[in-house]
């Protein structure tokens, strides 16, 4: 069985300041993780992925993650934050059995001007 | 290519009506997932296609169902619509199944009165 954990429902920083979200998975095989990033009435928008090969991740706009199997962590991170940030992000993992996906329950990222 | 779509993209029924929402996969895309968001349940899996077959299915009640056609495209129904059923749907497609990437479509905001 695959789940997410997401800690922090509202994450606020200030603008140029640190972006932190975390996010936790449970896994019996090798994870496929994914953050998806959604914005007000619209679908979500793939950020990064993290299948096989290289655990630092780099994606769009600024963001990137790192896969740590020891602590089953996948947190996002940027480090300055712009306005243009604020959403709602989503952790997800799947696997290379099936492709369902199961996404954590969401972080809401405020930035502070 | 054109990214997934969805029609309709707004819908407003009453309690114990039907309704039938549209999911257009990215061209040569053949597995297509659905997706419930709601506030308070967050994002819940609905079902997933692959040529036309139906892989995985989440727990919901038999009033959702699904279809998807030969060209990929898929439709969700929804029978005997109860307020509760009000949210945003969200089609995703992906290439193959077994931990592809999904790309989400804008969603269909349906609202039950």
């Known amino acids: 069985a695959q789940s997410v954990t997401q800690l922090g429902s509202h994450v606020s920083v200030s603008e140029g300041a640190l972006v932190l979200l975390r996010c936790n998975y449970s896994?019996?095989?090798?994870?496929?993780l994914f953050w998806y990033v959604q914005y007000p009435n619209q679908g979500l928008q793939l950020l990064l992925k993290?299948?096989?090969?290289?655990?630092l991740v780099k994606g769009i706009n600024g963001f990137e993650a790192e896969f740590k199997k020891s602590e089953t962590s996948f947190h996002l991170t940027k480090p300055s934050a712009h306005m243009s940030d604020a959403a709602e992000y989503f952790c997800?993992?799947?696997?290379?059995?099936?492709?369902?996906?199961?996404f954590g329950t969401g972080t809401s990222l405020t930035v502070i001007p | 290519k054109a990214g997934v779509t969805q029609t309709p993209r707004y819908l407003i029924k009453t309690r114990g009506q039907q309704v039938t929402l549209s999911c257009s996969p990215i061209?040569?895309?053949?597995?297509v997932s659905w997706y419930q968001q709601t506030p308070g349940q967050g994002l819940q899996f609905l079902f997933e296609?692959?040529?036309?077959?139906?892989?995985n299915k989440g727990n919901f009640p038999g009033r959702f169902s699904g279809r998807q056609f030969s060209n990929s495209r898929s439709e969700m129904n929804v029978s005997t619509l109860e307020l509760g059923d009000s949210a945003l749907y969200l089609c995703?497609?992906?290439?193959?199944?077994?931990?592809?990437?999904?790309?989400f479509g804008p969603g269909t905001r349906l609202l039950v009165l």
């Open positions: 997800a993992v799947s696997s290379n059995t099936g492709n369902q996906f199961y």
């Open positions: 993290y299948t096989t090969g290289a655990t």
């Open positions: 896994s019996s095989v090798p994870p496929y």
């Open positions: 995703a497609s992906s290439l193959a199944p077994q931990g592809e990437t999904q790309y």
């Open positions: 296609y692959f040529s036309e077959t139906q892989r």
């Open positions: 061209s040569g895309h053949r597995s």
